[in-house]
C-alpha cells in the first residue's frame, strides 16, 4: 500500500440524483428557483388533474428534458397535435 493513496467518500455522496447527473453531464447551468421553475396551473385532485400531469411530462420529454427513465413515456397523438399546434 506504499505510494497509493486511499480516498473516503461519504455515503452521501456516492450516488448523485438523476437531476444531479444530468446537470452535470448536459453541463446545464443552474440558478435561483425564480429562474428556472415555472408554477403550473392550479388542479383539485382529480383524474383532470392525472391527464395535465401526463401532458406536461410528455411536453418535456419530448424536448429532450425529461430526466426519468424514457420507458414510461407512452406515445400520444393528442399530445403530439396539441405541441405541435403551440410550435406554430
Known amino acids: 500500500m506504499s505510494g497509493s493513496v486511499l480516498w473516503f467518500v461519504p455515503k452521501c455522496l456516492q450516488r448523485l440524483s438523476g437531476f444531479a447527473q444530468q446537470l452535470l453531464k448536459e453541463a446545464h447551468s443552474f440558478s435561483t428557483i425564480n429562474n428556472t421553475m415555472q ?13 395535465v400531469e401526463h401532458y406536461y411530462i410528455h411536453a418535456e420529454f419530448a424536448a429532450n428534458n425529461h430526466l426519468n427513465d424514457s420507458q414510461n413515456i407512452l406515445p400520444n397523438p393528442i399530445f403530439d397535435a396539441i405541441l405541435k399546434t403551440h410550435q406554430q
Open 39 to 51: 408554477i403550473l396551473p392550479y388542479q383539485k385532485k382529480s383524474a383532470h388533474l392525472n391527464t
